[in-house]
């Protein structure tokens, strides 16, 4: 056990799991009634290749020990695994080196891990990678996640009595412990944030009023970038920090190694904080309390306490700093200010390809008004500098790579981003912002709802809405006729299957129509596809002809996100640029037909970010 006087945290030796944490009054914060070793863990979910039936799940139990630092000011204790690639057992192929820090006067402690492989190690496929806190069920009831997602939660046990719906997450609470909760669903995954909105979550406790909060000071240790989905808090109660995982990616975001493939990297650290306030006092202040205390760890951010010298501290970092404008003259003759741009630094590679990296660092940040940036407490390394920016459609990256030194300075000249473009708009639908939020998201199934959400912007966030479809399109699929229909109600969110009846589900296909004054034969036109989601899709593009044995244009089949199922509106980003000859459209009326042409299941199916047809290139 180590105690600073605010906080003691019990430890089992060798093995580092967390079995109590003592605050406030409270013995063990944690769930008494759970073996040791389902307290407070880390764990890996692997598998070796070639692929083995069911995954293994790993709670990276240690087998040495040892005191790393103990003086008046701080405690920081390692737990060990060592992979001996002579044995013949099957074993994950990683050091494992987990790590605690608790320090004087710090409301909660550290926790972060070095994950190492060295040459000559076979393969291993690894695909998810956490830290897990399951807190007493009779302490904690309310979960804050955000300041619109916060709420009083079911048990475990509410769980375990409801109903088990289409996939095992979600379930309805048919005689829960608290009333006003009867008729809901709970699934974990409405519960799910972009990597760059998951900064703190927890739980709060009523009686005493105690917090218990997982704080993420910097993304950079997490795979995907800044709008990777994955998991918070969700019933249990359980706190999670998850470092990488193929949610809402799938397969393509599992973290797999070559036989003799070397590796290392340091996940963490994270910040267990706990915050308490008088009977008297309202215990949701302990959320406000909570966020001010992020505040403070990602100014603090890089720590200057780890011991690992695998951990770089500020002076062995750099920054990078630069402007990002746009160049599209069918807008502007000027260049145009890439404001809120998402700019990045992740491991070289082709363009758009920081989305789906998964084993070193990336560092992001946002452009200001203007379109200035500045990516501070980079690590030193090799990178390429990645962009995109809300309102154009595909990616930027930078010609040259940015090697970042201890103490680097790097000031970039104007970046000037090209977004696709092929000649002049003849209509737009929707914004090209990667999420497929603004279209039409239906109410609820009034049996199957979150009263979390009725009110809240994140709508999308219920279960159930992709059999909404078969409701509104019974018969006949949707229709969209441009410049006429609205796509905030006329457009829904996600291109799904229809049900048939009996759970059948077959493929649909959605038309636009549009209108042509005259055809201009100078050239092609381009209709431009850009998908938030695709999961075991296959979208298929005809022209003028519904009926075409051969589609002009398919994606092949694409995507595994599962972001239609797990309430998410965006998986990983599709971009395809369409190429329409003059001689396949006609002088008034014209229909362009997209067919999901993959049935069988509810949730096979595309959720769209923008489509835009593009007129034939201007002449100069």
Not at 125 to 142: D, E, H, P, S, T
Not at 352 to 370: I, L, P, V
Not at 385 to 409: C, E, M, Q, T
Not at 466 to 474: G, L
Request: overall charge negative; some cysteine.
């Amino acid at each position: 056990m180590v105690d600073n006087g605010l906080v003691g945290v019990t430890f089992s030796t060798p093995g580092g799991m967390v079995t109590a944490v003592e605050y406030n009054g409270i013995d063990n914060l944690l769930e008494t009634e759970n073996e040791a070793n389902n307290k407070g863990y880390w764990d890996i979910v692997w598998t070796k290749p070639p692929e083995q039936p069911g995954n293994i799940f790993d709670k990276l139990e240690g087998t040495s020990f040892k005191i790393v630092t103990l003086d008046e000011n701080k405690a920081e204790l390692s737990f060990i695994r060592t992979f001996d690639p002579t044995s013949d057992e099957i074993t994950l192929p990683l050091n494992i080196d987990k790590r605690y820090i608790i320090l004087r006067g710090s409301s909660g402690f550290y926790s972060y891990a070095i994950f190492e492989r060295l040459e000559g190690w076979p393969a291993v496929n690894a695909y998810q990678g956490r830290i897990v806190f399951k807190l007493a069920q009779n302490l904690f009831q309310y979960m804050a996640i955000s300041d619109e997602k916060q709420r009083v939660m079911p048990t475990a046990a509410d769980r375990l009595n409801g109903k088990v719906l289409d996939y095992k997450e979600a379930v309805l609470l048919e005689n829960p412990s608290n009333p006003f909760l009867a008729g809901e669903v709970d699934d974990k995954y409405q519960y799910s944030s972009d990597n760059k909105d998951n900064r703190v979550h927890g739980w709060i406790c009523p009686s005493p009023h105690t917090g218990f909060w997982m704080i993420t000071p910097s993304n950079e240790f997490k795979t995907g970038g800044p709008v990777k989905q994955d998991l918070t808090s969700h019933t249990g109660p359980i706190v999670l920090s998850m470092f990488f995982s193929t949610h809402y990616a799938g397969e393509s975001m599992g973290v797999k190694f070559e036989n003799g493939e070397p590796w290392k990297k340091v996940f963490g650290p994270v910040f267990v904080y706990l915050n308490s306030v008088s009977p008297t006092d309202n215990p949701t202040s302990l959320w406000a309390d909570a966020k001010e205390q992020m505040l403070i760890e990602t100014e603090n951010w890089p720590y200057d306490f780890p011991q690992s010298e695998d951990y770089q501290r500020k002076s062995e970092r750099g920054r990078v700093s630069g402007r990002l404008l746009v160049r599209d003259s069918l807008i502007s003759e000027r260049l145009i200010t890439a404001n809120a741009a998402f700019v990045g630094l992740a491991p070289p590679g082709q363009i758009g390809s920081w989305q789906r990296e998964n084993k070193a660092y990336q560092f992001w940040t946002q452009t200001d008004f203007e379109g200035y940036f500045l990516i501070p407490k980079v690590r030193s390394g090799n990178y390429s500098l990645y962009a995109w920016v809300p309102g154009f459609i595909g990616d930027y990256k930078y010609d040259a790579n940015v090697h970042i030194r201890p103490g680097s300075n790097i000031k970039l000249e104007n970046l000037i981003f090209e977004p696709p473009s092929s000649g002049p708009m003849l209509w737009e639908i929707g914004i090209p912002d990667r999420t497929a939020a603004e279209f039409f998201v239906p109410p609820p199934i009034s049996t199957l709802m979150n009263k979390l959400y009725s009110e809240n912007p994140e709508k999308f966030r219920q279960y159930g809405l992709w059999e909404r479809y078969t409701e509104f399109y019974p018969n006949q699929d949707l229709v969209f006729t441009a410049g006429v229909d609205n796509y905030p109600v006329d457009w829904f969110f996600a291109h799904v299957n229809r049900d048939i009846g009996n759970k059948t589900y077959v493929p649909t296909t959605w038309q636009i129509i549009f209108n042509l004054d005259s055809v201009d034969s100078t050239g092609d036109y381009t209709l431009q596809l850009a998908l938030a989601s695709a999961n075991e899709a296959e979208l298929q593009v005809r022209i003028n002809d519904e009926d075409a044995e051969t589609p002009h244009f398919t994606t092949g089949l694409i995507g595994h996100d599962n972001a239609i199922a797990r309430h998410g509106i965006h998986g990983l980003y599709w971009l395809y640029g369409v190429n329409i000859s003059p001689s396949q459209l006609s002088e008034g009326s014209n229909a362009i037909f997209l067919t999901q042409a993959r049935g069988l299941s509810p949730w096979r199916g595309v959720m769209y970010d923008y489509i835009r047809l593009e007129g034939p290139p201007r002449s100069n």
